[in-house]
């Protein structure tokens, strides 16, 4: 199986990094209006490292999770984190999502987290998802819109880091934008009952001088690994990319400084 340019790598960095992230977005995000009951089947369609399945897992002792990834690499690497937290009972599989392992009507839920992003097609792994669903079942996915991470004071340097990092996004065959269109594609793919939500955070000094620290490091972390492959793979300038993410690093420190972002969920039933 080829396994597609994933634009952030497999280290073993990134694998404690989306460990990291989930538990960042735990309460804010991924357990936000979620409510799995005991006995039913989820599967996460990308699950990468399995951090999502260990926070749903905790979270959902007595619901049965599955997950599904199409690298090798991070499916085993997510069944040892899955097991030394004591949940490796969770299905795992390596495949793609566009041909899911399944059969029909096997979940009542599909959870989609960061996913669809990094899809140059996501249309026929939603008809996937719908297709392993139960009628009436749910597909839940979460997704940014990478032109929406917003600075106060504004910086050229910022902007040419975020514009570059939106073009790497495309160049990998994904979709800096995916978060606005998730409802679009629910409905193009046949769910019913079809919400796509923005959920916005924004913070700003001095009222929320260490949220803003927490989220700046958290968005630095997945932002600086990315420099070098916009260097090289785009030809930018690697001295202005690096002046803009630290421009980033210091909001907290600038008088006024601030912050925002969007972050969408959307859901639709299977019919």
Known sequence: MSV?????????????????????????????DVEFKPGERVLEIGCGAGAVLGVLGRAFPKTVFSG????????????????????????????????????DSTFDHVFGIWIIEHLKEPIPVLKEVSRVLRPGGRSILNEVDYTTFKIWP???DYDYFLTGLCDLF???????????????????????QCRNEPWAKHFFNPASTATLREFVEYVYRFMEPAIPRMSAGLGLDESRLRAGLEYLRSLPKVPGGAMTMIVYRATGMAS
């Open 4 to 32: 597609p340019e994933y634009l952030h790598g497999y280290a073993p960095e990134e694998q404690q990094r989306l460990i990291d992230q989930a538990e960042y977005w735990r309460d804010d995000l991924i357990l936000r």
């Open 68 to 103: 599904i990834d199409l690298s090798e690499e991070q499916i085993q690497f997510a069944q040892s984190y899955l097991k030394e937290i004591g949940q490796d009972e969770t299905e795992l599989a390596v495949g793609d999502a566009a041909k899911l392992p399944w059969d």
């Open 154 to 156: 504004e910086n050229g």
């Open 170 to 192: 495309t160049h990998c065959g994904g979709n800096p934008k995916a978060g606005r269109m998730l409802g679009v594609l629910l409905e193009e793919s046949g769910f019913e």
